[in-house]
């Protein structure tokens, strides 16, 4: 999905609405914006709550020292 953004002359940019579509971003939302390598991600902040069972799946069996254990 490729667009192009017009920033306004108050730094500001408007998401387009397949990207908030897709990403599920509602108004007020509140997104971390990252500056890597060059450019600018926006990630979406998402609750604890809204995490919960994120890591549903994850292998807990991991071969462990006998010193941490």
């Keep these: 999905m490729t667009t192009t953004i ?3 002359p108050k730094f ?3 998401i387009p609405r397949a990207i ?3 990403l599920g971003i509602r108004p007020g939302e509140k997104l ?3 500056e890597y390598r060059g450019r ?4 979406p ?3 604890v ?4 069972g994120s890591l549903k799946g994850l292998a807990t069996d991991v071969a462990r020292h006998p010193d941490r254990v």
């Design 32 to 34: 971390h914006a990252i």
């Design 12 to 14: 500001q940019i408007v």
């Design 49 to 52: 709550k809204a995490s919960r």
């Design 6 to 8: 017009t920033v306004s």
């Design 40 to 43: 600018i991600e926006l990630v």
């Design 20 to 22: 908030r579509a897709a």
């Design 45 to 47: 902040l998402k609750s």
